[in-house]
């Protein structure tokens, strides 16, 4: 069993900032790749950035330059400072990893419940 929770969202006016933190917790026996994806309203889901436990990054196209992601791989933990927020940043933002679990060795990919960044304009 792995769990992952999120912390950080909320309420923050445009030209702002917010970071969100995600702690993996279980059987865990290493990470391969953490990450944030967004979804706002009638819209699909999309990657807002991602690292490897290696530090290699990956990053949408429109938060590129005003989005951070980092992980502390020692707390299996993952940040996202978010930088300059405009209100279409407006969204459920969903943690996401993927890892091998102790014991069987198996691949997994988890999901966070979700957390609400909302940017006023």
């Known amino acids: 069993q792995v769990q992952l929770v999120e912390s950080g969202g909320g309420l923050v006016q445009a030209g702002g900032s917010l970071r969100l933190s995600c702690a993996a917790s279980?059987?865990?026996?290493?990470?391969?790749?953490m990450g944030w994806y967004r979804q706002s309203q009638g819209k699909q889901r999309e990657l807002v950035a991602l690292i490897t436990s290696g530090g290699s990054t990956n990053y949408g196209g429109s938060v590129k330059g005003r989005f951070t992601i980092s992980m502390d791989n020692a707390k299996n933990t993952v940040y996202l400072q978010m930088n300059s927020l405009k209100p279409e940043d407006t969204a459920v933002y969903y943690c996401n990893a993927a890892v091998v679990v102790s014991g069987s060795r198996r691949y997994l990919e988890v999901w966070g419940q979700g957390t609400l960044v909302t940017v006023s304009s």
């Open positions: 279980g059987s865990i026996l290493s990470i391969n790749t």
